[in-house]
């Protein structure tokens, strides 16, 4: 018999395969039921009064690989633990052939300690002697633990492949009132985790490597029994049927062999028929009910109108994904309403450039903005112009006033081809595009903004920037859209980079719907007309710039200044020059009017030579941006560099010195510069400006404005730079400041202190009362 049995394994070797078992559980919910349960168990946290000891099975069966993933679990279940001496304690017990207590419940009273700790634990390896570990617990209790009136919870994490018995030791323990989880891991054996688990099986048996679905099964079967209300306001714990499945490998009978076998006669053999084994993979099935906690996430009230398909991004927020033309609100609401009082004037490219089919795109683009903007309570007149070499007007400003009809005289509109005379068609619109509502500025009451939307695809065969500078000195607003390959026309055109809308293919035109009605609503004149600021311009004169060169920048500094209220209550400009030496043109304080700060500007000097910006802005903290020379305290300063590169190396410290100081400065970088050096100077990329050419530079003056007018409206410290003179520290007291003086006086210590009786010496300086006065009167009590 025995020898059969060797043949019967034999045959079983060569012809069965065996394979490894693995475990799936399976939770019968859909895919946004599941991401709602892994969301609900970051938000579940439990801080009641509470002994938790995991139990880590440590046997060579789990392995170590999986015991790190027991250890992972236990951390991730920490996260939600309010561990305090008083709240939550946790323990750690390893298990294998003979159970080891890792730390007890009293040892660590912080969540980063127990994690640390548990970080730590090393696999010890062994056999599975799980019955073991619960008469431990029986024999020594929860060690660390408090008296009975906590409720004590056991987490064993175990593959269930226990070598002795654990039935009777589990009962035992749950009649103490220890709630035990059974959580397996690796390849479990389900019956006896459902063994060691208390009452309903189903809530105390969990899967660890499905790591928030098992963290929010525990803790919504805790927020179920009261022990702790885990789960966030407006959550519900929800039955779920799920399956728990091995995949095992049994042996089947699939037929018969001839087999031989020795007998007692002499040269006699014996010959039978043989079963032949095959080994068969079949699913061992556990059906259950899982218990697990859902949350109510933003995108359940279906927040995403008009087909918009509602994206959950992390816990409580969201984006929608809207069709075009309804993407310009978070909700994909039915319009982008035109809600600023605003004269729109749409002008469309119908050259032969274009072509028919670019036409009939940017007509289609308007539609669908009108569609999507424009309503009957909208305060916004439109009209629509087309040109090619003439200029035909289609819609007259404010014709129509409901979107229909204004849609149906769109229809009208033909493609004309023609050259491309942008340049003329610009001042066509600005003398004749908005009609009577232009006259209407006769009156005293406001005008709306008159906004020009340039939609153009391809480039002008005409100038066009004496027409865009004579529409906007007019007082239109210049809005570019067309491909990519035309920004630099168009940023010519509008005069400022950030009125420019490009477009890489038509698809993505249609996209750029809520960009313009954002654009259009946006709008305001640029300049500082009430911001009080201390400007200084520090103009490179080098030999690299050259003197043709120099004369752009004194032109760009001249059309800036006129943006703004020059005199001594709002805004002061100062004037340096470097290149062989640095000289301050004209001082902060020197100029009160704008006629004569024109007239200054025009009579800075060309340097030559080489320049050093390093010692430029030294120049500026040093005898510039100083109260001695001009400088308000409780004004916002700023430095405005505009220089081609070269000689900025030494200029990171400098700048930085400035902008300690409280003086924003601004880089303004012609022709091709080094970006990283720039940017290392600027500090920012929000305080660098590059432009392609000299020529380019009087496109930018708006978006330069912008930028210190932004600067303008920071709130400002009253002590940078310090207001008092000689040493004096300056100090902040209750929105306001005072100078501490060392051997002077006065508010800002200009006073020498002159000891005894003698007399003031001769020529000693004076600073006058109106100049004390002034200072006390209005700037003592500038907020900071």
């Given at each position: 018999?025995?020898?059969?049995?060797?043949?019967?394994?034999?045959?079983?070797?060569?012809?069965g395969?065996?394979?490894p078992?693995?475990?799936?559980?399976?939770?019968h919910a859909?895919?946004?039921?599941?991401?709602k349960?892994?969301?609900a168990?970051?938000?579940?946290?439990c801080?009641?009064?509470?002994?938790?000891?995991?139990a880590?099975?440590g046997?060579?069966s789990?392995?170590?690989?999986?015991?790190e993933?027991?250890?992972?679990?236990?951390?991730?279940?920490?996260?939600?633990?309010?561990?305090?001496?008083?709240?939550?304690?946790?323990?750690?017990?390893?298990?294998?052939?003979v159970?080891?207590?890792?730390?007890p419940?009293?040892?660590?009273?912080?969540?980063?300690?127990?994690?640390?700790?548990?970080?730590?634990?090393?696999?010890?390896g062994?056999?599975?002697e799980?019955?073991?570990?619960?008469?431990?617990?029986?024999?020594?209790g929860?060690?660390?633990?408090?008296n009975?009136?906590?409720?004590?919870?056991?987490?064993?994490?175990?593959?269930?492949?226990?070598q002795g018995?654990?039935?009777?030791?589990?009962n035992?323990?749950?009649?103490?009132?220890?709630?035990?989880?059974?959580?397996?891991?690796?390849?479990p054996?389900?019956?006896?985790?459902?063994t060691?688990?208390?009452?309903?099986?189903?809530?105390?048996v969990?899967?660890?490597?499905?790591?928030?679905?098992?963290?929010?099964?525990?803790?919504?079967?805790?927020?179920?029994?009261?022990?702790c209300?885990?789960?966030?306001p407006?959550?519900?714990?929800?039955?779920?049927?799920?399956?728990?499945?091995t995949?095992?490998?049994?042996?089947?009978?699939?037929?018969?062999?001839?087999?031989?076998?020795?007998?007692?006669?002499?040269k006699?053999?014996?010959?039978?028929l043989?079963?032949f084994?095959?080994?068969?993979?079949?699913?061992?099935?556990?059906?259950?009910?899982?218990?697990?906690?859902?949350?109510?996430?933003?995108?359940?009230?279906?927040?995403?109108q008009?087909?918009?398909?509602?994206?959950l991004?992390?816990?409580?927020?969201?984006h929608?994904?809207?069709?075009?033309?309804?993407?310009?609100?978070?909700?994909?609401?039915?319009?982008?309403?035109?809600e600023?009082?605003?004269?729109?004037l749409?002008?469309?490219?119908s050259?032969?450039?274009?072509?028919?089919?670019?036409?009939?795109?940017?007509?289609?683009?308007?539609k669908?903005?009108v569609?999507?903007?424009?309503?009957?309570?909208?305060?916004?007149?439109?009209?629509?112009?087309?040109?090619?070499?003439?200029v035909?007007?289609?819609?007259?400003?404010?014709?129509y006033?409901?979107?229909?009809?204004?849609?149906k005289?769109l229809d009208g509109?033909h493609?004309?081809g023609?050259?491309?005379?942008?340049?003329?068609?610009?001042?066509?619109v600005a003398n004749?595009g908005?009609?009577?509502?232009?006259?209407?500025?006769?009156?005293?009451?406001?005008?709306?903004?008159?906004v020009?939307?340039l939609?153009?695809?391809?480039?002008?065969?005409?100038l066009?920037?004496?027409p865009?500078?004579?529409?906007?000195?007019?007082?239109l607003?210049?809005?570019?859209?067309?491909?990519?390959f035309?920004?630099?026309?168009?940023?010519e055109?509008?005069?400022n980079?950030?009125q420019?809308i490009?477009?890489?293919?038509p698809q993505?035109?249609?996209?750029?719907?809520?960009?313009?009605?954002k654009?259009?609503?946006?709008?305001?004149?640029?300049?500082?007309?009430?911001?009080?600021?201390?400007?200084?311009?520090?103009?490179?004169?080098?030999?690299?710039?050259?003197?043709e060169?120099?004369?752009?920048?004194?032109?760009?500094?001249?059309?800036?200044?006129?943006?703004?209220?020059?005199n001594?209550?709002?805004?002061?400009?100062?004037?340096v020059?470097y290149?062989s030496?640095?000289?301050t043109t004209?001082?902060?304080?020197?100029?009160?009017t704008?006629s004569?700060?024109?007239?200054?500007?025009?009579?800075?000097?060309y340097?030559?030579?080489?320049?050093?910006?390093?010692?430029?802005?030294?120049?500026v903290?040093?005898?510039v941006?100083t109260v001695?020379?001009?400088?308000?305290p409780?004004?916002?300063k700023?430095?405005?560099?505009?220089t081609?590169?070269?000689?900025t190396?030494?200029?990171?410290?400098?700048?930085?010195?400035?902008?300690?100081?409280?003086?924003?400065?601004l880089?303004?970088a012609?022709?091709?510069?080094?970006?990283?050096?720039?940017?290392r100077?600027?500090g920012?990329?929000?305080?660098?400006?590059?432009?392609?050419?000299?020529?380019?530079?009087?496109?930018?003056?708006?978006?330069?404005?912008?930028r210190?007018?932004?600067?303008?409206k920071?709130p400002v410290?009253?002590?940078?730079?310090?207001?008092c003179?000689?040493?004096?520290?300056?100090?902040?007291?209750?929105?306001?400041?005072r100078c501490?003086?060392?051997?002077?006086?006065?508010?800002?210590?200009?006073n020498?202190?002159?000891?005894?009786?003698s007399?003031?010496?001769?020529?000693l300086?004076q600073?006058s009362?109106?100049?004390?006065?002034?200072?006390?009167?209005?700037?003592?009590?500038l907020?900071?």
């Amino acid at each position: 018999m025995s020898l059969i049995l060797f043949l019967e394994a034999i045959c079983i070797f060569l012809f069965g395969k065996v394979l490894p078992s693995f475990t799936v559980q399976e939770l019968h919910a859909n895919q946004e039921t599941i991401v709602k349960i892994s969301s609900a168990s970051q938000l579940m946290q439990c801080s009641a009064a509470l002994d938790v000891l995991f139990a880590l099975d440590g046997s060579h069966s789990i392995g170590k690989g999986s015991f790190e993933k027991s250890k992972y679990f236990a951390i991730k279940m920490c996260d939600a633990l309010a561990i305090y001496p008083d709240r939550v304690r946790v323990g750690i017990l390893q298990f294998s052939s003979v159970p080891q207590l890792e730390f007890p419940l009293d040892s660590f009273f912080t969540r980063e300690e127990v994690k640390e700790k548990i970080k730590k634990i090393v696999f010890k390896g062994g056999s599975t002697e799980t019955g073991l570990a619960l008469k431990y617990l029986l024999r020594k209790g929860f060690p660390g633990g408090r008296n009975s009136s906590v409720p004590q919870l056991l987490i064993i994490v175990t593959d269930g492949k226990s070598q002795g018995n654990i039935a009777l030791p589990a009962n035992q323990l749950k009649e103490r009132g220890v709630m035990v989880f059974a959580v397996g891991v690796r390849f479990p054996r389900w019956t006896e985790l459902h063994t060691l688990a208390s009452e309903p099986k189903d809530q105390y048996v969990l899967f660890a490597e499905h790591v928030d679905d098992a963290t929010n099964g525990l803790y919504s079967t805790l927020s179920s029994l009261a022990i702790c209300n885990a789960t966030a306001p407006g959550c519900r714990v929800e039955p779920h049927l799920c399956e728990r499945k091995t995949l095992e490998t049994i042996r089947e009978v699939t037929g018969n062999s001839m087999c031989w076998r020795g007998s007692k006669k002499t040269k006699a053999v014996f010959s039978s028929l043989c079963p032949f084994y095959s080994w068969k993979k079949v699913f061992i099935t556990h059906p259950a009910t899982c218990y697990r906690t859902v949350c109510p996430d933003p995108c359940d009230s279906q927040p995403c109108q008009n087909g918009g398909t509602c994206v959950l991004e992390g816990l409580d927020k969201y984006h929608c994904v809207c069709p075009i033309g309804f993407g310009g609100e978070a909700n994909c609401a039915p319009t982008l309403s035109l809600e600023c009082t605003v004269n729109l004037l749409f002008l469309l490219d119908s050259s032969s450039g274009t072509t028919l089919e670019g036409f009939l795109q940017a007509k289609a683009f308007l539609k669908r903005f009108v569609q999507a903007v424009v309503s009957m309570d909208s305060p916004a007149n439109v009209a629509v112009a087309q040109y090619s070499k003439e200029v035909e007007i289609s819609v007259q400003m404010g014709e129509y006033q409901d979107v229909p009809s204004l849609v149906k005289s769109l229809d009208g509109m033909h493609f004309t081809g023609g050259p491309t005379l942008t340049g003329r068609a610009l001042e066509h619109v600005a003398n004749n595009g908005f009609g009577d509502i232009l006259s209407f500025g006769e009156t005293h009451v406001p005008q709306p903004p008159q906004v020009v939307v340039l939609l153009t695809d391809s480039k002008p065969q005409d100038l066009v920037a004496g027409p865009a500078r004579y529409a906007r000195d007019r007082g239109l607003f210049l809005i570019g859209v067309g491909s990519e390959f035309l920004r630099a026309e168009l940023e010519e055109i509008t005069g400022n980079p950030k009125q420019v809308i490009t477009y890489s293919n038509p698809q993505d035109l249609f996209n750029k719907i809520p960009e313009l009605q954002k654009r259009i609503c946006s709008l305001q004149r640029p300049g500082c007309q009430s911001q009080s600021l201390d400007l200084v311009f520090l103009l490179d004169a080098s030999a690299t710039v050259g003197q043709e060169n120099f004369m752009k920048l004194q032109s760009f500094v001249r059309g800036s200044s006129l943006q703004f209220n020059i005199n001594r209550d709002v805004t002061q400009i100062g004037l340096v020059v470097y290149g062989s030496r640095v000289q301050t043109t004209f001082g902060l304080d020197a100029h009160l009017t704008s006629s004569s700060l024109l007239q200054a500007i025009n009579q800075a000097p060309y340097m030559d030579g080489a320049g050093s910006t390093g010692s430029a802005l030294l120049h500026v903290y040093e005898e510039v941006m100083t109260v001695q020379k001009g400088a308000r305290p409780g004004v916002s300063k700023a430095v405005v560099v505009i220089t081609e590169g070269t000689g900025t190396e030494d200029a990171v410290v400098p700048a930085q010195k400035l902008r300690n100081n409280g003086i924003s400065v601004l880089v303004i970088a012609v022709g091709p510069v080094l970006k990283e050096t720039l940017l290392r100077f600027a500090g920012s990329p929000d305080f660098l400006i590059h432009v392609a050419s000299y020529e380019d530079l009087k496109n930018y003056q708006d978006l330069f404005i912008e930028r210190i007018c932004e600067e303008a409206k920071r709130p400002v410290n009253l002590c940078k730079p310090s207001p008092c003179m000689n040493d004096g520290i300056c100090i902040l007291q209750n929105g306001s400041y005072r100078c501490e003086c060392r051997g002077w006086e006065g508010p800002h210590c200009e006073n020498r202190i002159l000891r005894g009786d003698s007399p003031r010496p001769h020529g000693l300086p004076q600073y006058s009362s109106n100049w004390q006065q002034r200072y006390q009167s209005r700037h003592l009590q500038l907020g900071s």
